[in-house]
T-cell receptor
Framework: QQQVKQSPQSLIVQKGGIPIINCAYE??????FPWYQQFPGKGPALLIA?????SEKKEGRFTISFNKSAKQFSLHIMDSQPGDSATYFC?????????????FGKGTMLLVSP | NAGVTQTPKFRVLKTGQSMTLLCAQD?????MYWYRQDPGMGLRLIHY???????AKGEVPDGYNVSRLKKQNFLLGLESAAPSQTSVYFC?????????????FGPGTRLTVL
């Protein structure tokens, strides 16, 4: 059972475009939704995260939109740059247990062309 | 601080051989995790540890064993490697006092089983 569904699998945009990556979850106990960014040959790194008490969070050019009733959240990258080319993973967890494990989506490979 | 380090970076095994992957963190984190990453599958949790001397199974634990004898180290063992275990393995750690559920990832170990 895939608890976090991510789409699309891959995405190509031109520099300056606004790629959007979508995720949907099933477990209503999830209360923390991070996005991780991974460059080739590197480990994933936390990019931005949101809790379900807010509908949007912005950090620089990155924005998470969250729809609790639809159990969906998405990542928007404003004014995308070639340096944003990477694989992006959404994830979800239930933080009520301190060690709470992350359930990841399958990832989206983003290419921003110059 | 080195953060999360993994040893080795690359390894090739023959079917049936055994090996141990070492993860070390210098952030005094309580929680540590082992994931595997396969193309199109995202990151899947193998085992995790909530503290020294404790381990628990994740989503895909079969064929792997782990140990956490010291707080800073988390070992992943393959007793009899199989081609299905060809993957990139990532270790991560998280502090108990983290305001969010951020996990810090190592650079990965690329394992090929022939």
């Amino acid at each position: 059972q895939q608890q976090v569904k991510q789409s699309p699998q891959s995405l190509i945009v031109q520099k300056g475009g606004i790629p959007i990556i979508n995720c949907a979850y099933e477990n209503t106990a999830f209360d923390y939704f991070p996005w991780y960014q991974q460059f080739p040959g590197k480990g994933p790194a936390l990019l931005i995260a949101i809790r379900p008490d807010v509908s949007e969070k912005k950090e620089g050019r990155f924005t998470i939109s969250f729809n609790k009733s639809a159990k969906q959240f998405s990542l928007h990258i404003m004014d995308s740059q070639p340096g944003d080319s990477a694989t992006y993973f959404c994830a979800a967890s239930n933080t009520r247990s301190g060690y709470s494990t992350l359930t990841f989506g399958k990832g989206t490979m983003l290419l921003v062309s110059p | 601080n080195a953060g999360v380090t993994q040893t080795p970076k690359f390894r090739v095994l023959k079917t049936g051989q055994s090996m141990t992957l070492l993860c070390a963190q210098d952030m005094n984190h309580e929680y540590m995790y082992w994931y595997r990453q396969d193309p199109g599958m995202g990151l899947r949790l193998i085992h995790y540890s909530v503290g020294e001397g404790t381990t628990a199974k994740g989503e895909v634990p079969d064929g792997y064993n782990v140990s956490r004898l010291k707080k800073q180290n988390f070992l992943l063992g393959l007793e009899s490697a199989a081609p299905s275990q060809t993957s990139v393995y990532f270790c991560a750690s998280k502090g108990r006092a983290a305001p969010y559920n951020e996990q810090f990832f190592g650079p990965g170990t690329r394992l090929t089983v022939l």
